[in-house]
C-alpha cells in the first residue's frame, strides 16, 4: 500500500511538475534517450582494488604504494557530463528525485557484477553537515539500492565522529587522507562477521571508502567493497 501511494505522489507530482532532461532540458525524464546514451560508463581493464580505469588488469600503482582497506572499489560511470549534473542537483540542489534514477544504474551494475555483501552501509555525514543539509545523499542512494536488490541496510552501524572539510576542498591525495583519518566509528555491536558494501556519490582518491572500511574491519567485518556512482578520472 505504501508502495502504491508513493507512486500515486510521484505521478500526480509529475503531472504538475513534468521532468525535465537534467542535460539538455527537454521534459519527460531525467535524462533522454539521447543524453542517457551519451553518459561515459567505466569500461574494463580497471584496477582491481580501486576500480579505476588502467591501460592493464591488475593492481594500479595507487593502490600499490598505499595501505588499502577496502577489498575492492567500483564505480558506475566517470565522473563528468550528466552523470555529474545529476550528482550536483541531489548533492548541493536538494533534487531528491534523482536518487531512485542513480539507485537503477547501481542496481543495474550489482547485477551484472555481483559483489559479495550481506549489509549495505552509507557513508555518513557528521551531525552538523547533516542539520545543515537536511539529509544524507549516501543514505539515499543506499535506500533506493536497497529495494531494488532486497539486500538489508543499516544507516546506524558507522558514524562520523570528526567535523573534517569536505574532500572536495582538499587539493592532493595525502591531504584527502589525513582528512578522514580516525573520522569514523562503529556503533553497532555485533557477533558476526558480515561482508559489507559501503554506497558513496563519488569517489576521486577513495580516502573516505577507505577510512569507513578500516573502521569496519577493526570491528571485524568479513569483507568491505566500496560502490558508487561514479568515479573522478
Known amino acids: 500500500m505504501k508502495l502504491w501511494h508513493q507512486s500515486l505522489k510521484d505521478t500526480l507530482l509529475d503531472l504538475v511538475f513534468p521532468q525535465q532532461c537534467l542535460v539538455c532540458g527537454k521534459e519527460g525524464k531525467l535524462f533522454c534517450a539521447r543524453c542517457s546514451g551519451s553518459l561515459s560508463y567505466i569500461t574494463p581493464p580497471v584496477c582491481s582494488l580501486c576500480g579505476h580505469h588502467t591501460?592493464?588488469?591488475?593492481?594500479?600503482?595507487?593502490?600499490?604504494?598505499?595501505?588499502?582497506?577496502?577489498?575492492?572499489?567500483?564505480?558506475?560511470?566517470?565522473?563528468?557530463?550528466?552523470?555529474?549534473?545529476?550528482?550536483?542537483?541531489?548533492?548541493?540542489?536538494?533534487?531528491?528525485s534523482v536518487a531512485p534514477l542513480l539507485g537503477d544504474f547501481l542496481a543495474d551494475y550489482l547485477k551484472q557484477n555481483p559483489i559479495p555483501a550481506d549489509i549495505v552501509v552509507p557513508v555518513p555525514?557528521?551531525?552538523?553537515?547533516?542539520?545543515?543539509?537536511?539529509?544524507?545523499?549516501?543514505?539515499?542512494?543506499?535506500?533506493?539500492?536497497?529495494?531494488?536488490?532486497?539486500?538489508?541496510?543499516?544507516?546506524?552501524?558507522?558514524?562520523?565522529?570528526?567535523?573534517?572539510?569536505?574532500?572536495?576542498?582538499?587539493k592532493s591525495r595525502a591531504e584527502r587522507l589525513e582528512n578522514v583519518k580516525n573520522a569514523f566509528i562503529f556503533k553497532y555491536p555485533t557477533t558476526t562477521a558480515p561482508r559489507v558494501i559501503i554506497i558513496d556519490d563519488v569517489a576521486t582518491t577513495g580516502a573516505t571508502?577507505?577510512?569507513?572500511?578500516?573502521?569496519?574491519?577493526?570491528a571485524g567485518a568479513l569483507s568491505v567493497w566500496g560502490l558508487t556512482i561514479a568515479r573522478e578520472r
Not at 545523499?137 to 536488490?149: D, F, G, I
Not at 571508502?209 to 577493526?218: G, S
Request: hydrophobic letters at 35%; charged letters at 25%; aromatic letters at 8%.
Open 55 to 96: 591501460g592493464d588488469d591488475g593492481v594500479c600503482p595507487m593502490c600499490l604504494s598505499g595501505k588499502v582497506h577496502l577489498d575492492g572499489l567500483r564505480s558506475v560511470f566517470n565522473f563528468e557530463g550528466g552523470i555529474a549534473q545529476a550528482i550536483y542537483a541531489l548533492k548541493y540542489h536538494n533534487l531528491r
Open 125 to 170: 555525514l557528521h551531525p552538523s553537515r547533516l542539520k545543515y543539509r537536511g539529509y544524507n545523499q549516501s543514505l539515499l542512494l543506499a535506500r533506493e539500492l536497497c529495494r531494488r536488490t532486497g539486500l538489508k541496510l543499516d544507516e546506524h552501524w558507522l558514524e562520523r565522529s570528526l567535523s573534517s572539510a569536505p574532500q572536495a576542498r582538499t
Open 209 to 218: 571508502l577507505n577510512a569507513c572500511a578500516a573502521t569496519l574491519k577493526e
